[in-house]
């Protein structure tokens, strides 16, 4: 308890304590913690389960002002944010609604704008909130996740988000992280790991303590480690992520990184802290103890000349040991025996090389058979020769998708062979790992359709000539609605994917809330009140691929 207690102490002196409350008042359980590695980024925040239901109470953590509102249908869903006089400002997000003073200040700038997706940034005197005051109810708008909360503390210069841990904000968790696999890895030219020059998967045993011991690793050259590891909470299987990862050598460390507080800019360097490949391959997620070149993340103690690489000489013997822990001080050690043995192996096959040799540094710009694709600088972490063909039916082949990219990328088709038409409802899609097209953005340009994309592999237009559906959820034509607090519809797109839709009420812009896990759209009768008595609902959507479709009715409603 002791150690627990000055482990947190001299982890967070630099952070007012005390200083946030709880954002909800049911006992704090997490299904997600900060720094959490998750696809392309940290995790910002935490996510606070929320008893598996939505409509729990969300209180301001400290006295300030909502300095954000923020909603979309992706992402965040609906969210807010306080800033608090002391430098920190507080991101609430995937609630459900907001409390009347909020939602009444939202609700008023959506209907000016005739927008459910908005984005708001109210003066300091607008939307004051006093520490513990109601300000919205918990949901699970946005992404496809769970209820939950996702709560944020932020150094407001810089928007900085902090392990909200730090602040004092308590989790009782009594459970030592696990270490799931490990995997050694050959990294100088010549290195090898068990007569491979490949990663290798090394076994490893538990012992009564917990910790854990691996097999001897018989290796040459420059060589470093990954793991799987993650670390459950009192209350809650949730596998969430470690604190820290330390790797020392012969009793002396050499590398760490720890979840303290990133940068959002920084935060897709995180492909390089995983084994990138093996992810895109398996779906699991290693983390390395060694800090590849380029990787500008800002994690790490870089006290550590070594950055984690370990030099194994021939005839010599190391002890290595990797320790996870978590922010209560529990920890998991993982040792391991390495002797330096030069063996004979076959080393792998060099790159294959090909006519489109990107250099990471500079902008890359190649076209085929009426494709084009333009990598701005840094696109890639590194030097390596493109794979890019295009096939005889015009879908385009870029890469093998377990390359990391850092930024986006412009993918351009030339359409000059289909009629303006056929145009219309053609898009660029592209394919997972399924072989299942997608949508993918497409800016319609003269000749040219392009994308701006993140993804590598199968890309091509296809077309899309159905219209979306539209049906009633909960009427009838004709119905008498006098009692309905709620209007629903339910809506669908069989490929493309809805890209807008407009509802009205007797020629009038009404709020349509988008219910993406339902497919419904809903509208609430509080909003306005409608005069008379006969009244015409009309919603059109659009997809992606410019197909329409208009749904009116006729309702009664006092
Ligand atoms: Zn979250």
Not at 63 to 74: L, P, T
Not at 201 to 223: E, P, R, W, Y
Not at 278 to 303: A, M, T, V, W
């Amino acid at each position: 308890m002791l150690f627990n207690a000055l482990f947190l102490w001299s982890q967070n002196i630099e952070y007012p304590q005390n200083y946030f409350r709880k954002p909800l008042d049911i006992p704090i359980i997490l299904s997600g913690t900060f720094g959490e590695l998750r696809s392309n980024h940290f995790h910002s925040g935490m996510d606070i389960k929320t008893q598996q239901r939505e409509g729990i109470k969300v209180f301001a953590t400290a006295a300030g002002y909502v300095s954000r509102i923020k909603i979309s249908n992706w992402g965040f869903g609906k969210a807010v944010y306080i800033t608090h006089p002391n430098g920190y400002t507080t991101v609430y997000a995937h609630l459900k609604k907001f409390d009347t003073k909020i939602e009444k200040y939202l609700k008023k700038k959506q209907y000016e704008k005739e927008s459910f997706s908005i984005q708001l940034f109210p003066k300091s005197d607008e939307l004051p909130v006093s520490k513990g005051e109601l300000i919205a109810f918990s949901g699970s708008t946005g992404g496809f996740y769970g209820p939950h909360l996702h709560y944020e503390i932020r150094k407001t210069n810089g928007a900085i988000p902090i392990n909200p841990m730090l602040f004092g904000l308590r989790v009782a968790d009594h459970k030592k992280p696990t270490i799931n696999q490990l995997y050694a890895y050959p990294l100088s030219h010549e290195a090898q790991v068990h007569q491979s020059a490949n990663p290798v998967k090394i076994n490893f045993k538990h012992q009564k303590n917990g910790d854990l011991i691996a097999d001897k690793v018989v290796a040459s050259g420059t060589i470093g480690f990954a793991i799987n590891a993650f670390d459950r909470q009192d209350g809650a299987i949730n596998k969430n992520g470690i604190y820290s990862l330390e790797l020392l050598l012969n009793g002396k460390k050499v590398y760490e990184h720890n979840v303290e507080k990133f940068s959002f800019a920084e935060s897709k360097y995180i492909n390089l802290l995983i084994d990138y490949k093996h992810y895109k391959k398996h779906g699991q997620r290693l983390q390395k103890c060694f800090i590849e070149p380029n990787n500008k993340l800002s994690i790490y103690d870089k006290q550590f000349p070594e950055l984690g690489f370990i030099e194994v000489a021939d005839g010599m013997e190391y002890t290595a040991e990797i320790i996870a822990k978590d922010l209560n001080g529990n920890q998991t050690k993982l040792t391991i025996p390495i002797v330096g043995k030069i063996n004979p192996i076959t080393l792998p096959i060099t790159e294959k090389k090909t006519d489109y040799p990107i250099i990471a540094a500079d902008f890359n710009k190649f076209s085929r058979d009426g494709v084009t694709v333009a990598f701005p600088k840094n696109t890639f972490y590194k030097d390596f020769y493109l794979d890019f063909k295009v096939n005889v039916d015009g879908s385009a082949y870029i890469h093998k998708p377990t390359v990391p990219l850092n930024n986006s990328y412009t993918l351009t088709f030339n359409v000059s062979k289909y009629t303006a038409e056929e145009r219309k409802h053609l898009f660029i899609a592209s394919y997972n790992y399924k072989n299942k097209p997608q949508y993918s953005s497409t800016v319609r340009k003269e000749n040219t359709f392009y994308t701006k994309t993140k993804k590598l592999g199968k890309f091509a237009l296809l077309s899309d000539f159905k219209s979306p559906t539209i049906t009633p959820n909960n009427f009838k034509e004709g119905q008498w609605l006098t009692k309905f607090r709620y209007l629903k519809v339910r809506i669908s797109d069989n490929f493309s994917g809805i890209r807008s839709y407009r509802g009205e009420i007797d020629g009038k812009w009404i709020l349509l809330e988008w219910n993406l896990k339902k497919g419904v759209l809903v509208y609430d009768f509080n909003d306005r009140k409608l005069t008379g008595t006969k009244h015409k609902l009309k919603i059109a959507l659009t997809d992606n691929a410019n197909n329409t479709k208009t749904y009116t009715a006729t309702f009664y409603r006092k």
